[in-house]
């Protein structure tokens, strides 16, 4: 493990591609994933949920097939998801997804891939979407860190 902020110490985080339908560049998400871990280590902490309690986290990129199953099984909702994060430091990505929303809301894929990947962290730092205000706070966090990871 390696420092992330003042006395706090940074998970390793492994980025894996599980599905073979879109290109991922493994090694340049990598960097950005750990690049992005560390700004969000400087974000105020929740005391439930905190990065720092992770030993390591691993984002996953997969099919929307096994994003679905994951969405059903644990979410109990229909269909395939952007982004799926588990508090054992787990963030599953739909490529599938992701490649569709990139195109409807005039994305590269490479932006909408760094957008789910801090999501996701953000999420595993005690960040909740579930409110207005929560989404509001989480979508500033999100623009700050991938205008200063850029």
């Not at 990065?51 to 199953?69: C, G, K, P, V």
């Amino acid at each position: 493990m390696r420092r992330g902020g003042i006395g706090d110490i940074a998970p390793q985080v492994v980025v894996r591609n599980l599905q073979r339908a879109v290109s991922i560049d493994v090694a340049i998400l990598q960097k950005f994933a750990a690049k992005a871990l560390r700004l969000c280590l400087q974000l105020r902490k929740d005391k439930q949920a905190d990065l720092t309690r992770q030993h390591e986290i691993s984002i996953l990129f997969i099919s929307d097939r096994r994003m679905a199953l994951l969405n059903r099984r644990f979410l109990n909702q229909s269909g395939p998801t952007d982004v799926i994060t588990f508090q054992h430091g787990e963030i599953f990505i739909s490529a599938d997804t992701a490649r569709r929303h990139a195109r409807l809301f005039g994305n590269s894929l490479a932006r909408e891939v760094r957008l789910y990947i801090v999501h996701g962290l953000l999420h595993l730092h005690g960040l909740d979407d579930r409110s207005e205000a929560g989404s509001q706070k989480m979508e500033a966090a999100q623009e700050k860190i991938l205008a200063a990871s850029s």
